[in-house]
DNA sequence: GACGATACGGAACGCACGCCCCGGTTGGCA
DNA sequence: TGCCAACCGGGGCGTGCGTTCCGTATCGTC
């Protein structure tokens, strides 16, 4: 690959970031060429669409908050909730955490499945409600965070979903 | 008032009730147009803009919502939490109920002061917690509703809120 | 039954956005 | 330094949708 290929690149990659931390999915793909600084025809030629260059920007954020969740779990429900609260963090900041569980099909069955594992080994431990599936949990988390970017606030929000999902027998 | 014209009228807010009720707030306004038998130009005629469209059909009962919370109210947050039910089933059933917060600022506006008077009451009563905003509870609620259209299963959000916005005093 | 006002339908406009194409330019190797 | 391939920029295409315009049809009155 060509220098200036990859300076674009990066360049490209750089401004999406910003972007779509703070507009989120939304914001034009023009505009993101304009911020950095390039034509639109030079983002399709690095990313074949709006999607995957969506996708390289949050993938790498979203494995790694994943993979924080495989870490030793003396307390399940402790485990849950501490993954709960870092989607809420980086949602509270930046806005492309949320739509990423809509956008990108690849992103949202990785935290179906991280977020199941977690809550499987809760409810067999009886800290929280058994009767709540995973999907529940996917769709309740996505309509959470979109809603810490109308002017509510995060950690309040944060705490009644926790509590909520305690087990009626362990308040 | 012609008769075809008030007869047209009301084939459009037939369809428009329908097709907002089932898609939402998205739904071309073509194919609202289409499902009552008339052209585009006919439901401009009787109503200045999309949203003004929308607005005419949700009015009507999310009115008639807001009227049921000042009913009387002798446990002040079994009030709250009816009201709060009373929106998730309408929600889980009509999918218009969320985009009406969304897309109508008088409507959230109208929700906004009726779920104010009921959450301060019950604050004042020290069964629901005391750091949640007006606000917070409009934004969460509409984060809920929409999310019952995503698969999860709307009995079960509810309660994890419901259970989640008593006062830590009161379990 | 004729006439004017009212209403209708659908073609067309404007706009926004994702995506592609192509003439010009630039980088790196010989 | 010269040449070719890789790359760039931005104008342009296709699409979907809200909204408007206007020739035509219909209603209700005299």
New binding site residues.
């Given amino acids: ?5 990859a ?3 990066e360049k490209v990659l750089d401004a999406a970031r910003e972007l779509f931390a703070t507009q989120g999915f ?6 993101i ?1 304009g911020r950095a ?6 983002v ?3 990313f ?4 995957a260059l969506f996708q390289a920007v949050t993938e790498t954020r979203v494995s790694a908050m994943i993979a924080s969740a495989d870490a030793p779990a003396d307390d399940p429900r402790q485990a849950l909730f501490a993954f709960l609260t870092k989607m809420a963090d980086e949602a509270s900041v930046k806005r492309d955490m949320s739509d990423a569980i809509t956008v990108s099909p690849e992103l949202r069955k990785s935290l179906h499945k991280a977020l199941g594992g977690l809550l499987r080994r809760a409810q067999e431990a009886g800290t929280v409600r058994a009767d709540v599936t995973a999907t529940d949990l996917v769709v309740l988390m996505k309509g959470m965070l979109q809603s810490m970017h109308d002017g509510a606030n995060p950690a309040v929000l944060l705490e009644i979903v926790l509590k909520g999902l305690q087990s009626s027998r362990n308040p």
């Fill in positions: 690959m060509r220098a200036d290929a300076r674009n690149r939304e914001v034009p793909l023009d505009e060429a600084g390039v034509g639109p025809g030079t399709y030629r690095h074949p669409t709006k999607q």
